[in-house]
């Protein structure tokens, strides 16, 4: 039977952390036995906020080099940089074509990039999720590996696909979100306030890349209370998002011991921080020092993404040839 197809990307601003890799990077390296996993830093779409020019290269090797050390292998997937992939820009162009002004400014996360940064509302910010789309779309993707956050974009990419296929013909599959377990996962910022993100309060974020010490420091000083006084109570949402991540990382059985203490009144969120900080520490440290190493060696990365993106172009190229045929390009 063919395997099924699977897009993935993660955008290069900034260090990976715990939401990227429990919302995503830890569903690729599952998905890379059983399916056909095209998987790619988002470079392109980083270039919305401007980066310096100089931060682009380590940017994306790092996020390269973690996803690696997380477990990802090379040779099982097609692992590429967006922008060594034309097609790409190509297929954005054409869904462009099918994407309206007013859908897309009532996109949650254009409107909220608009609230933070006014001074740079540019196009690109707006066609984001075509972008996204096209990435998706250009395999002709079922299977998107994603977190939370990215929900509402998958769903455009099925609009895009469904208005694409009643004018043009039928060609492209729905891509849905993928998940291993019922729920997509959001990890929280360890302070309590939204979502653990690369770029807001770097103290409530644990990086891959953090040290031992000072993953230590950030889970202890993560947000708790006084604890619950009714058995059985609701457990607020931060609380919800230790046990998330002590459900990850601590051995089986360990999170049960804390949840019967919450449901019985008599949990110490001390002692839950200070197992749930060892058992990050092992978890978190092979991936640095990894990721460490293979940072240093470029040529490798190198060779990683130009074999990445031969194995990307070889699918994009036959996607642009039909697409082409389909709007009537082809003369
Ligand atoms: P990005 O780079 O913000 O995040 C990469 C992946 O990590 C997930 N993620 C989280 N999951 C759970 N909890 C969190 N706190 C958390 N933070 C991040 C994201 O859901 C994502 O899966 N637009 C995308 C990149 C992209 C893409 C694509 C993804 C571009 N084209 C095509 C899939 C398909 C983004 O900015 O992800």
Redesign the pocket.
């Known amino acids: 039977m063919e395997k099924q197809i699977v897009?993935?990307?993660?955008?290069s601003t900034g260090y990976l952390h715990l939401?990227?890799y429990?919302?995503?990077i830890q569903n690729y390296i599952k998905m890379q036995e059983e399916y056909n996993c095209y998987f790619f830093v988002?470079d392109y779409?980083s270039l919305t906020t401007h980066p310096d020019p100089k931060e682009l290269r380590p940017s994306v090797f790092r996020v390269l080099s973690e996803n690696i050390a997380s477990g990802l292998d090379p040779e099982k997937v097609a692992l590429y940089a967006q922008s060594d992939v034309p097609e790409i820009p190509e297929l954005y162009l054409m869904l462009n074509m099918l994407a309206y002004k007013g859908e897309l400014e009532k996109v949650p996360t254009f409107k909220d990039k608009v609230r933070q940064h006014p001074d740079n509302v540019n196009a690109g910010l707006l066609t984001y999720p075509v972008l996204?789309a096209a990435?998706?779309l250009i395999h002709r993707a079922v299977k998107?590996p994603?977190?939370?956050?990215?929900e509402q974009?998958l769903e455009m990419a099925r609009n895009f696909a469904q208005r694409f296929n009643s004018r043009y013909g039928e060609f492209f599959p729905e891509p849905q979100v993928f998940r291993f377990s019922d729920e997509t996962?959001?990890?929280m910022s360890l302070d309590g306030n939204g979502?653990?993100?690369k770029s807001e309060n770097i103290n409530a974020t644990i990086f891959l890349s953090d040290d031992d010490d000072t993953i230590r420091k950030k889970i202890m000083k993560a947000k708790t209370d006084s604890g619950p006084t009714e058995h059985n109570s609701v457990m607020p949402d931060y609380i919800q998002n230790l046990f998330v991540l002590m459900n990850a990382v601590s051995a089986p059985g360990i999170t049960d011991t804390y949840r019967s203490a919450f449901n019985g009144c008599n949990i110490r969120y001390g002692d839950m921080k200070k197992q749930l900080a060892e058992d990050m520490v092992a978890f978190v440290g092979p991936i640095r020092e990894k990721a460490a190493e293979l940072y240093k060696d470029e040529d490798t990365l190198r060779k990683i993404l130009k074999d990445g993106a031969e194995k990307a172009r070889a699918s994009s190229s036959v996607t642009i040839r039909e697409a082409r045929k389909l709007m009537g390009i082809n003369y």
């Open positions: 897009v993935s990307g993660i955008r939401g990227n429990f919302g995503a988002a779409h996204m990435d998706i998107v994603v977190g939370k956050d990215q974009h996962v959001k990890i979502k653990m993100s």
